[in-house]
Structure formats: structure tokens, C-alpha cells
T-cell receptor, first 112, second 111 residues
């Protein structure tokens, strides 16, 4: 069974600080995705990383896929209150059904 | 553009009552469809997925069932709800290994 472990589970920081969220597995994934979810809403896709070692940037967010495609990280620079939410990593399991396996999520609170 | 509709947004049902949650997708054809359940502030648990009309795969044994009567319609059902069925239910669609698009979710409370 493929599992994704996220850390930390909860993070509370002040506005302007930097942070990194980690997503780790013992399995290889063909791709990893990061989603952000606000309370009472569905998750929204932020980015997909496909190639080992790949780095993608989305404004103040930097996403990296591990060389072995078993882990990923999300780094936020100068966090803002609008970054508050639940961040989920997800990877595609084996087979061609497109099923996503989700990590348990990291709840981020950015205080003004 | 593709859109996904999920309703109702909130639902309060008594124990033992039936359940029917509906999800429809517009602007696409033959999508993969998914039902997930999510505990508060936690990750998503895959309940059912479908790659075509009438094709349903169940991921975990439970008190729920799913059906896909039309290409872009996915229904989550229960004959008799349990207290433990209270959760946040999410429908999603995708093509192959591309990203998911989620509905806005249904908050189900069984009382």
C-alpha cells in the first residue's frame, strides 16, 4: 500500500515568516500534486510535479519533487494571512485509473 | 470550461434514514469520477471511483454505495445512515493522471 506522510500536521506562524511542508513516502510516484483547501470548500490544485528533482514556483510558493520521486516539499516565503489553509500532497498510485493517494494534510495558520 | 456541481452543501439526517448525494460534471466527457470523505482538518479517504458508466470500484467496506447512471453523473447513496457516516463528502473528476477538480463538498451530519 502506498502511503504519503506529511509533516508537520499543524503550523502556526507570524506573517512574514518562511515555512516548509514535507511530503514523504517509501514508494515511488509517477507524479505528485499539491492542493490547498479552505474550510467548507473542496481542495484546489496548486501544482503538479512530474520529473525527479523538478522545482516549480508559484509566486511565493516553491515546490520540489525529490530526485527519487518519493518525496516532495512546499516552501512558502514571507507567509501572509491569505496563505492560511489546509495543504495536501497527493500522488498517483499504480494502475491507470488516475486514483490519487492523499497525505493527511498540514494545517497552516498565518497570524497577522 | 469544465465545472463540477455537488449538492446539497449541508445535510442533517436522522440515523437509519436513506442518503443520496449527487455530483454532476459539465463541459467534459468520459471523466474519471471519485467520491472522497474527509475528517475535519485531515486528508481525504477515497470511497469510490468510476472510469465509465456503470463501472464502480469501492475502496473501503462501508455503509455506502455509489452509482454512475450517466457519463457525467455520480451518486453516493446509503439505505440506512449510521452516526459514523457524519463527515465531509467530496466529489471530484479527472482525466487520467492529471489533477483533480473537486466539488464544493457536502457536510453530512447524522443525528
Amino acid at each position: 500500500t502506498q502511503l504519503l506522510e506529511q509533516s508537520p500536521q499543524f503550523l502556526s506562524i507570524q506573517e512574514g515568516e518562511n515555512l516548509t511542508v514535507y511530503c514523504n513516502s517509501s514508494s515511488v510516484f509517477s507524479s505528485l500534486q499539491w492542493y490547498r483547501q479552505e474550510p467548507g470548500e473542496g481542495p484546489v490544485l496548486l501544482v503538479t510535479v512530474v520529473t525527479g528533482g523538478e522545482v516549480k514556483k508559484l509566486k511565493r510558493l516553491t515546490f520540489q519533487f525529490g530526485d527519487a520521486r518519493k518525496d516532495s516539499s512546499l516552501h512558502i516565503t514571507a507567509a501572509q494571512p491569505g496563505d492560511t489553509g489546509l495543504y495536501l500532497c497527493a500522488g498517483h498510485g499504480s494502475g491507470n485509473t488516475g486514483k490519487l493517494i492523499f497525505g493527511q494534510g498540514t494545517t497552516l495558520q498565518v497570524k497577522p | 470550461s469544465q465545472t463540477i456541481h455537488q449538492w446539497p452543501a449541508t445535510l442533517v439526517q436522522p440515523v437509519g434514514s436513506p442518503l443520496s448525494l449527487e455530483c454532476t460534471v459539465e463541459g467534459t466527457s468520459n471523466p474519471n469520477l471519485y467520491w472522497y470523505r474527509q475528517a475535519a482538518g485531515r486528508g481525504l479517504q477515497l470511497l469510490f471511483y468510476s472510469v465509465g458508466i456503470g463501472q464502480i470500484s469501492s475502496e473501503v467496506p462501508q455503509n455506502l454505495s455509489a452509482s454512475r447512471p450517466q457519463d457525467r453523473q455520480f451518486i453516493l447513496s446509503s439505505k440506512k445512515l449510521l452516526l459514523s457516516d457524519s463527515s465531509f463528502y467530496l466529489c471530484a473528476w479527472s482525466y487520467g493522471n492529471y489533477g483533480y477538480t473537486f466539488g464544493s463538498g457536502t457536510r453530512l451530519t447524522v443525528v
